[in-house]
């Protein structure tokens, strides 16, 4: 979780990732913060985010997004 919170950190330092749960609903990520993770996520943690999974519910929070790669993690 320290890399994922590491990652979301160096695109928008001044959020709080661990208490917010609106990253997508209050518009703190856009399209382009999304993309970065997704590649950031890949190097760091070695899962492919399928297109798919690819909706706020999953992006909506460091939690959620964390729950994600470990479910992707747990597939391979």
Excluded: G, W
Aim: negative net charge.
């Amino acid at each position: 979780m320290e890399a994922l919170l590491n990652i979301l950190k160096e695109l928008h330092p001044e959020v709080d990732f661990e208490t917010c749960d609106t990253l997508i609903d209050d518009k703190i990520l856009d399209s382009f913060d999304i993309i970065s993770i997704i590649t950031s996520v890949n190097t760091e943690y070695d899962v492919a985010i399928p297109a798919e999974e690819i909706i706020p519910e999953n992006f909506n929070s460091a939690e959620a997004l964390y729950d994600l790669i470990e479910r992707l993690q747990d597939e391979d």
